[in-house]
């Protein structure tokens, strides 16, 4: 799928989109109620992460948001160190205020983009992305970030991702969205699903999650995962 990146959301888009948008995805039921699967999504990657490192200590949760993924992984592992990082402080003040009523481990928040963010490297256990990296633009740019998340992992250590995905063969793809379509249709009607694809052509630029495990291959990660996928979405992951 060729994109128009110029037309794409900007960051300042994306920031201010979640910033009114708290109280929606803090819940763990309803916050990505357009994605297929994303409570087994969560599950899978929480569960996988604590099965790779049940003694880790330090999380980065990358795209945070109100912090529904890390709470998942606490109910595995606690304590743990977190860091939370995303566009919106908003969010991370939620996301950090709900960390901290359950975790006795150190809790940090950055205000930053993964891209340009100061973050101790070799240092992270688990890292978690989470309906986030498909705000990655140019393939430049998604290996820029790719090898960034290698750096920042430990040694042994994994990332795990949930995230919308398309497909490679272009048969596939347009089963696929059409799919999904008619999943958003039986949410909540036509009107719903132009809603929610005119949303993702504006903000969002996913790929393959075959071509995504190859470029966490290319960057360094030694072993790759699937987890699930359903449509247009799936739960993948990779061990440094």
Request: glycine share 6%.
């Amino acid at each position: 799928m060729k994109y128009n990146f110029s037309k794409k959301s900007t960051n300042e888009d994306i920031r201010k989109r979640f910033d009114s948008d708290v109280e929606r995805f803090s819940s763990l039921k309803t916050g990505q109620q357009s994605t297929i699967d994303a409570p087994i999504a969560m599950e899978l990657i929480t569960e996988a992460a604590a099965a790779i490192a049940p003694h880790a200590s330090n999380v980065l949760d990358i795209g945070c948001g109100a912090g529904n993924n890390t709470l998942k992984l606490l109910n595995r592992l606690s304590p743990l160190n977190c860091d939370l990082l995303d566009l919106s402080m908003p969010m991370l003040e939620k996301a950090r205020e709900r960390v901290s009523a359950v975790n006795s481990g150190k809790v940090r928040i950055f205000h930053e983009d993964i891209r340009t963010a100061g973050l101790p490297e070799n240092h992270y256990d688990i890292i978690i992305a989470a309906a986030v990296l498909h705000h990655l633009r140019d393939d430049a740019d998604w290996k820029q970030v790719f090898s960034r998340l290698f750096q920042l992992c430990a040694p042994g250590g994994s990332i795990w991702i949930t995230d919308i995905v398309t497909q490679e063969i272009p048969q596939v793809y347009d089963m696929m969205w059409n799919r999904y379509g008619d999943y958003l249709e039986g949410i909540g009607g036509d009107e719903y699903k132009e809603k929610v694809f005119a949303y993702i052509e504006k903000e969002d630029t996913p790929r393959p999650v075959t071509w995504q495990l190859d470029l966490l291959r290319q960057v360094g990660f030694k072993k790759v995962e699937i987890l699930h996928k359903n449509s247009c979405f799936a739960a993948y992951g990779a061990q440094k």
